[in-house]
Structure formats: structure tokens, C-alpha cells
């Protein structure tokens, strides 16, 4: 969450395994750590302020468990989407599991439907 509020993906190296797992509803396996990075870099594109906190968290074994919320007010293109002004304010879940004190398998699942009406945006038809 560090990485994604603060735009650095220089550690992103140290957290992630190489070809980290990755499941959401949009896509399911392999994960390099240089598409994650581009993943962080083009929100922090569109959204300048972006901010994940996390609210709460529970961890046992190798898994650890959270839910969140992101804001941020969307600045630059988005998904094709030229800048709204509209700030954003989603929750989401997700799961990671650990191996070797790195991240090897992340789930996500973050309220979009949401952060689409937020922008303005009908998901079924564009903009």
C-alpha cells in the first residue's frame, strides 16, 4: 500500500517474488514485477493524490488478510478517460500469501463500479 500511495515502485523489488500470482475479477495469474510497476505508475498518472489505507487487517500462517479504502481525485487520463476533477473514494478487500518474506500470491477486489460512477463514468456504455 506503501508503494501505491507514494508513487515509488523502487521497492516494489523487495516485497513481490518475480512472477507473483495475481487474481481479480478482470484477470487471473502471472504477474511480473515490471506490469505491476506500470500497474502503480499509470494510476498515480491519473490520480496524483492517490491514497490507500488500509482500515484493518488479520493475519495466520502465511496469509494475511485486509480491507481498505483509496482516494484520490483524478488529474490526468484514465483508462481513456480524460481528466474528470472528480474524486474518488472505493473500498476494497484483498488476500496475500507469503513465501520467503516476499509476497507470492495476491487477490484484490476493488469497489470499480463505484470509482466509475465517481468519475462520471457508465461502465456499460463509456462515457
Known sequence: MKCGSQ??????????????????????????LEEFKGFIRSYREAFPDLRYEVEEYIAEGDKAAFWGRVTGTQEGTFMGVEPTGNEIDIMGI???????GRVAERWANFDLFCMFQQLGIDPSHGR
Request: aromatic share 4%; no cysteine.
Open 7 to 32: 508513487g515509488n515502485v523502487d521497492g516494489i523489488d523487495e516485497i513481490l517474488t518475480p512472477n507473483q500470482l495475481y487474481h481479480d475479477p478482470m484477470s487471473d495469474g502471472t504477474e511480473e
Open 94 to 100: 484483498g488476500v496475500i500469501r507469503v513465501e520467503d
